[in-house]
């Protein structure tokens, strides 16, 4: 969304939270890389609503290895 999905966020005083429900599992590993995905319960709250919303998401990651350990090198969230 960019600076105006910030913008809105920061306008609506919204407040996200996020438990983890399932994993994080690993998709796929090999001396250089992972692949790795958790499943979670996203709560977002902002000013003028008197329940949250509510949605499960699915957090999928690669990592990478380098010389300092394991880095996150890419997210997607759907």
Known sequence: GG????KALAENQ???TAKVLKGPYVASLS???????T???QSLRGKGQS?????R?????????T?????????EIT
């Open 3 to 6: 600076d105006q999905f910030r």
């Open 14 to 16: 919204a407040v996200a």
């Open 31 to 37: 001396d250089s890389d992972a692949r790795t995905f």
């Open 39 to 41: 499943v979670l319960e």
């Open 51 to 55: 329940q949250p919303q509510t949605r």
């Open 57 to 65: 998401v699915r957090v999928e990651s690669i990592l990478v290895r």
């Open 67 to 75: 010389v300092d350990g394991w880095r996150v090198d890419w997210v």
